[in-house]
Every structure is written in C-alpha cells, then in structure tokens.
C-alpha cells in the first residue's frame, strides 16, 4: 500500500514538511484553483509536482480530475469539455500522474450537516444527520420531491427543528452543507441552489447513468492509451440527496459502472467510509467482489444510527470491520505482483479525520486536520504492516 495524505495546496494550512512527519510518501492533490472544464496545463502540473517532489513527495493521484455539471446533466454539445477532459488527462500522463480518481454526485461532493460534532473523549467529527438534512432540503430549500426519501419519524423531527431554529442555525445547516473542498467551483446560497437543482429538472437515474455512460466512453479509451487508470469515488452519502439521483452507492451501481465500459483503466476508488454510511453495503465483501479494479482506497469509518444518521468514527472503530477490509487490499496486492501486473501497489489515504488536540485551534478545511488523519494513518499502518507479514510469511 502506498500511504498517502491529501493536500489543498495553497489553500491548505498543513505545510508539506508538516506532512513529511506523518509518514506518508504520497501526495493527493489537485490545480483546485482551476475552474472546473479548463485544462490542467502542463506547465502549472510541473510546477506543483516540483514543489512536491522538492518536499520528499510523489505526487501519486489526482483527485478529483472534477467533472463539469454540463457533463453530468448531458447539456447539448460537449466536445469542447471532453476535449479539455482528454488534454488534462495527457498533460497528467506528461508529468508520470497516472491514477485519477474522480466522483460523478451532481452538484455537491461530500456532504455533512455539522462539522464540529463532540466526541465522548475530547475532540470533534463530521456527522451526518438525517433530520437536519431532511429540514434543510424539505423546510428551507422547499424540494417537495426529498420528501419520500426520508420516513414519518424523520420528517416530523425536521419540521421541529426547523420551527425551533433561527436565523444563526439555519444559516450554519447552510454552511456545513456546503462546505467541502476548496477550490474553484460554484458554492450557493439558497435561492442560487434552488436554481442550480431546476436545471436538473427531468434528470432521473436512467439519464444520470446514460450521462455517465457517454462520459466513459469519451475518456476510457485516451486512458489506456495514456497507460492510466481512472477509478470512481463513491458518492458520499451513499443515497439520493436534493432529489438528484445519485448513482455510485452500492455493489449494483458499481457493477454497473465497470461493465458499462470493460477496460482495466475503468477503476475504483474504494471509500470505505461513504459506502459503509448505508447499511446495506457490507464494504469488505464489496471490496473483495470488485477487488481487481480497485486503483485508490480512501479508508475511514462510520457509525450509523438506526435512523440513517451517521458520524465519522475512530479509523478502526466504528461499523465497518477495517481489519477485514486491509486483508482483502493486501491479498489482491500480493497477486498483482505475482502477476507481475503494473499498479500493483494500491495508493491510500486516511480519508478523513477527528479535530484533535492542537487541531481544535487550527483553521483547517472539514475532515482533513493534521493530527487527527495522523492518528488514522498511524492506526492503518500498524494493521496494514501486520496483515502485510501474515500474507507473506503465514
Ligand atoms: C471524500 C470525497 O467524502 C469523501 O469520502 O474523500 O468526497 C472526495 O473529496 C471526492 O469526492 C473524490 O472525488
Ligand atoms: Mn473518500
């Protein structure tokens, strides 16, 4: 495995010698401060790569190569974006960038409802909650259409929260929601989301997939030419959300996505964390069934509540048995090298993070603090190293 740690770059707080004491060997990175559907040019993936290498690191994977949401809704011509796609895509391969992970959620990428959440023991997580969410889409984004994607119980309790809540909690429900990564993309208000989700009017799964499909088909090929591997993230929550479709949630959706165009450039990012936030996803089983084409593992825990609430638990503590998943990346490693096959080695990162001790003081972006994703990458190696020995020596 290689170890690897996300960096924003410029727009990060942890400096790159900060990183270097970590462990890590490999960098995650995007030009975040690109706009979506230009192109990545050469020259300024040289540039990050010096500064990278100049630091100890490999700049192992690109994430996100972002999608354009003309892609994603199909809107009419595309082959300037396609194009750029492709252009992006070469000039990576240029600079030895080979794996890009990508996530096809319209609209928002990873979403939380509070970002400060208490832990039991000191320090904070990421929580999603279901009655929150389900205030913010049906009471004060008015999408009648996210009713049936929550129960009676849940709809009660959102119509409460919201009654009880002012200006100061709506605005912060707002805020968490929207927050995610840095970078140059649309972040709306209310009445900009509202108008954002209308020109998803009409796109329903089948379309979603078609869209995805067609996009697929425009990259796959330039990838095996380019010798890289493309490897989807999973949406994270793994369920519709703003009544969008969302298409990356489960073991079907997965299965899908790789057969809709057989090639092994044609990935998977395995991110433990959002599948694992439905119950329905057993994730070892799910990494042992599509464990070829895993190219990228993002490892993390959740704990879920029986209402479809979840939190960001302790790297090996919470509802997925992350042992169990480690011995499934292992095994399929040791057979890559016996095959001599190339990519044999599967990058991964702590995903996501704890604030912990001096990160409660520390501006950093949600989920991605410096000792708390060090506490994970410190625990995931000691079990990785473990399962390493057992898988050679017995
Ligand atoms: C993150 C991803 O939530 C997560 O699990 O790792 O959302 C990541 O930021 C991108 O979506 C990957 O493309
Ligand atoms: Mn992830």
Redesign the pocket.
Known sequence: MIECWRWYGAYDTISLPEIAQTGATGIVHALHEVPYGEVWTSDAIAARRGEIAKAGFDWTVA??LPIHESIKRGDGNLSTLFANYRQSMANLAANGIRTI???F?PLL??TRTDLTAPLARGGTCLRFDQARMAAFEIHMLGRARAEDDYSHEVRNRAAIWFQQSNEADREALLHAIMS??PGAFDRYDIAGLRGALERYDGIDRATLRANYKRFLDEVIPTAEELGMVFCV?PD?PPRDILGLPRIVSDADDIAWILSAVDSPANGL?L?S??LGANPANDVPAIAKRFAKSIRFA?LRNVRKDPDGSFEEAAHLDGDTDMVALIRVLVAEEARRQEANESFAQIPMRP??GHDLLSDLERDNFPGYPLIGRMRGLAELRGVTRALQQVQTHG
């Open positions: 994430e996100s992970c990508y996530n959620m990428d990873w995610g990564l993230h994270d990012t991110c964390g959002s993002h995903d996501h």
